[in-house]
């Protein structure tokens, strides 16, 4: 085993990215509440980016159905604080359960299916239980939603702090999935499902815990909205453009099958749909401005930004300066 | 009695609905044999004709029903365009996820339906044409009929014309050269290049034929229809729903499975309550993923 020196120099620019990530809220002119939202949207993002990616980039399993785990995690706390009177962060612990069973019974019905069909078997789930969430009134509050009377803090630090501490750990879980040996079971899988099958391994074992795992650190992310925001109802968190899809751009954008794809995904995402909702009449077609931007990436950078940043720079960089600067 | 009256004017509601269900179902089938994508802006798509047949209502006058002769070409044009400029550029690069033409078409439902909140802002739209509460009783015909069951006059006119592009459509595909070597596309596209079948070509033209259909679908939809923005959506999901269920890429599937969503989406809001409606969508779709992941088609191939 490699030392907690020897760990700390491989992840060097991890540990950096964390530090400078930590320090924020202590420096002056960055610590406004405005400042600390998005940041709290952007880590809360990049949590249900890696979850993606580790299902959909590393594994191949590509769901249209993220906002299911993210609604069941987000109305997790809600109906335990709303009927039980309990604290809406129990939302977390029981959440992961909750959304692990989910995981299990969605994964039995859609990882029999392959490629697109498990893309749309996906999708119809997260439909599923958002039409579910609004006519079980007696338990969710159907479309009224619930509303948390209090939130735990007033100021946006102690949140920031928690969602980073998350975001922290599903990267370290994820890193330390994908460099283990299951992460190359992933990859096969990927790559070609029955040449994995055929050398021995158990494909469907693995799709399952991929699943199970992105499913549960989405569902994290849920219930710590819930406390975050303090308001849920199901247009918003089984939402599919404005959480499925979105969970896709992300690490889309940032780049699929990436380390730090999902993080600057999530920042270029949140970044972007602020600018434009910021600038007048444009602000209502953000959603046209996120599907060119979808189709742009799509046919230009298939691998994202972190993926084929070397081809973006290219283009950048070999157009305007001579053949022999663009290297450097 | 009045139970078995319920019971059948259900059903023929649901068979009504069931039929222009089968006509967005085409579309989706078609262009899912033949180029192996799922075009999940299929029902925005309709959202677009559905547009032009409204204002087509609004500002000239015309009838929905009229307004077939340009939504259909209006649509294959669209159809068209998304397939040269946007999808095939798509299928040629090389990425890790082959999904990524499903995420583009996601991409373009989204550019499409928000474009439309835009330009027609999201209020709820109707052609208020003077046939649209008309209704034929069966006691018209049958005078000493034991029990009663009303057609609604647009419904029933509407699957009319369906069932006439539905058979229209059959004949194209059996018997013209271009519909065989479409079919022979979605069998082996590599048997079809070398029998010499310009298989470029018959993509585009599948895609624009599918988009035509589900314009047609838009056009006989919008007298009964409230029209929004998101409706497209919705529509998307209904058309997965019946080519799933019909069998992938199957023709006489996609026009069974229609009738089935159709009529068991009617059983559910009549004997459920209306809000369950689209649960049932779904329950159907996951039961035939566990219990029948061929659909119709592989039914009917098993006998």
């Known amino acids: ?328 | 009695m009045v139970q078995l009256e319920v019971f059948l004017q259900t059903l023929v509601s649901g068979l009504l609905l069931g039929g222009l269900y089968a006509l967005i179902g085409l579309g989706m089938t078609l262009i899912m044999g033949v180029m192996k994508i799922i075009n999940l802006a299929h029902g925005e798509l309709m959202m677009v004709a559905m547009y032009i047949a409204f204002w087509l209502f609004h500002l000239l006058g015309m009838d929905p029903y009229v307004t077939l002769l340009v939504t259909v070409p209006a649509l294959f044009v669209l159809g068209v365009f998304i397939q040269k400029t946007l999808i095939s550029p798509v299928l040629k690069v090389d990425s890790i996820l082959p999904e990524n033409q499903v995420i583009l078409t996601v991409g373009i439902g989204m550019v499409l339906q928000n474009l439309a909140t835009l330009f027609f802002t999201s209020d709820y739209r109707s052609t208020p044409v003077d046939y649209a509460s008309d209704a034929w009783y069966l006691s018209d015909w049958w005078r000493s009929s034991p029990i009663e069951l009303s057609f609604s006059v647009p419904w029933v006119v509407s699957f009319g014309f369906a069932v006439a592009i539905t058979a229209a459509l059959w004949w194209f595909l059996q018997r013209t050269d271009a519909g065989k070597a479409i079919r022979a596309t979605a069998q082996d596209k590599d048997a079809a290049i070398l029998m010499g079948v310009n298989v470029e070509r018959m993509t585009v033209v599948t895609f624009g034929l599918g988009a035509a259909l589900v314009g047609a679908a838009g056009s006989l939809f919008i007298p009964m229809y409230y029209l929004y923005p998101a409706l497209g959506g919705r529509f998307t999901l209904i058309a997965f729903v019946i080519t799933i269920l019909g069998g992938l890429g199957s023709t006489q599937g996609a026009i069974i499975g229609g009738l089935i969503l159709g009529v068991f989406e009617s059983m559910t809001a009549t004997y459920v309550g209306m809000g369950w409606a689209p649960v049932g969508r779904f329950l159907v779709f996951v039961a035939c993923l566990i219990f029948l992941p061929g659909g119709v088609a592989g039914l009917m191939r098993r006998r």
């Not at chain 1, 949140?159 to 283990?180: G, K, N, P, Q, T």
């Open chain 1, 1 to 328: 085993m490699a030392s907690a020196a020897q760990t700390l120099g491989r992840y060097r620019t991890a540990a950096a990215v964390v530090v400078g990530l930590a320090v924020i809220p202590l420096v002056p002119g960055l610590n406004s509440s405005y400042v600390l939202h998005m940041l709290i949207l952007m880590l809360m993002w990049s949590v249900i980016g890696m979850a993606w990616n580790l299902l959909g980039g590393y594994c191949g399993q590509v769901s249209f159905g993220h906002a299911a785990f993210f609604g069941l995690g987000a109305y997790t706390g809600g109906i335990l604080y709303y009927h039980l009177g309990w604290s809406a962060w129990w939302g977390l612990p029981v959440g992961m359960v909750v959304v692990a069973l989910g995981a299990l019974g969605v994964g039995y019905i859609c990882l029999r299916l392959r490629g697109p069909y498990f893309a749309l078997g996906t999708l119809a789930m997260g439909e599923v239980l958002r039409v579910t969430a609004e006519n079980l009134e007696w338990l969710t509050e159907g479309t009224r939603g619930i509303m948390l009377e209090t939130r735990t803090w007033v100021a946006k630090e102690p949140f920031y702090y928690v969602i980073l501490a998350i975001a922290v750990a599903s990267f370290v879980v994820l890193e330390v999935m994908v460099r283990s040996k299951w992460g190359y079971y992933f990859v096969a899988i990927r790559e070609d499902q029955d040449a994995a099958e055929s050398l021995g391994i158990d494909t469907t074992l693995y799709k399952n815990i991929a699943l199970v795992v992105s499913a549960v650190l989405t569902g994290v992310a849920g219930a710590f909205y819930t406390c975050y925001m303090g308001y849920i109802d199901p247009e918003i968190v089984f939402a599919l453009h404005d959480v499925s899809i979105v969970a896709i751009m992300v690490v889309m954008v940032g780049g699929v099958a990436t380390r730090w794809g999902p993080l600057v995904g999530a920042v270029i995402m949140i970044l972007l749909s602020e600018v434009v909702r910021t600038l007048p009449y444009i602000g209502r077609a953000h959603q046209t401005l996120f599907g060119i931007l979808l189709i742009v990436i799509i046919i230009f950078l298939p691998n994202g930004v972190v993926g084929d940043f070397r081809k973006m720079m290219r283009f950048f960089l070999g157009r305007s300066k001579p053949a022999g600067a663009g290297g450097v």
